[in-house]
T-cell receptor
Framework: AQSVSQHNHHVILSEAASLELGCNYS??????LFWYVQYPGQHLQLLLK??????LVKGIKGFEAEFIKSKFSFNLRKPSVQWSDTAEYFC?????????????FGTGTRLTVIP | GAGVSQSPRYKVAKRGQDVALRCDPI?????LFWYQQALGQGPEFLTY????????KSGLPSDRFFAERPEGSVSTLKIQRTQQEDSAVYLC?????????????FGPGTRLTVT
């Protein structure tokens, strides 16, 4: 069955540390890939997305993600985190070759950045 | 501009009661999605509308769940005879286009607690 795995459930970092959050998906066909972020008390909002082309995509607030097709991965990175990056991060996919438009989400990774 | 709004934000229901959750999408958005997010999990797809047509309801967990969008804008998710396992945050998202390449904009959610 289709699944999206985020292996890090809770990550705690100090400000200025580098961040990498893992995301793997199990669907064998072509996918669109997304990272959503939910800041405390706020809505889910799109951080970045990948549809095709350059596998390294850049999003808002200095985040980037790299699609590695051979590893079925779409890891999120940021070279230097800030306290304001404290949030929950969700990886999600849509399947391009089916009629379904919905997102399949991972279970999320909670990031806590200590000032 | 106005984003996706949902009401009520919190709902407590006694087991067996019926509830109705409302979603006001961004004006002009064609696509509307409902997701269910259990505690500690990522959102899971329930149903999808394109204008007033419900094109996918494969994620609805039982026939107690019913959704409608009669005029292609506001949508209501109804849960009949609520059970404790229905306790979750119900998220609504809208999207300006018909394809999966469009970003989904999420509302704040309705937290349903069934006692």
């Amino acid at each position: 069955a289709q699944s999206v795995s985020q292996h890090n459930h809770h990550v705690i970092l100090s400000e200025a540390a580098s961040l990498e959050l893992g995301c793997n998906y199990s669907y064998g066909g072509t996918v669109n890939l997304f990272w959503y972020v939910q800041y405390p008390g706020q809505h889910l909002q799109l951080l970045l997305k990948y549809f095709s082309g350059d596998p390294l995509v850049k999003g808002i607030k200095g985040f980037e993600a790299e699609f590695i097709k051979s590893k079925f991965s779409f890891n999120l990175r940021k070279p230097s985190v800030q306290w304001s990056d404290t949030a929950e991060y969700f990886c999600a996919v849509t399947k391009t070759q089916t009629g379904a438009n919905n997102l399949f989400f991972g279970t999320g990774t909670r990031l806590t950045v200590i000032p | 501009g106005a984003g996706v709004s949902q009401s009520p934000r919190y709902k407590v229901a006694k087991r067996g009661q019926d509830v109705a959750l409302r979603c006001d999408p961004i004006s002009g958005h064609v696509s509307l999605f409902w997701y269910q997010q259990a505690l500690g999990q990522g959102p899971e797809f329930l149903t999808y509308f394109q204008n007033e047509a419900q094109l996918d309801k494969s994620g609805l967990p039982s026939d107690r769940f019913f959704a409608e969008r009669p005029e292609g804008s506001v949508s209501t998710l109804k849960i009949q005879r609520t059970q404790q396992e229905d306790s979750a945050v119900y998220l609504c998202a809208s999207s300006p286009g018909r394809t999966k390449t469009y970003e989904q904009y999420f509302g704040p959610g309705t937290r349903l607690t069934v006692t």
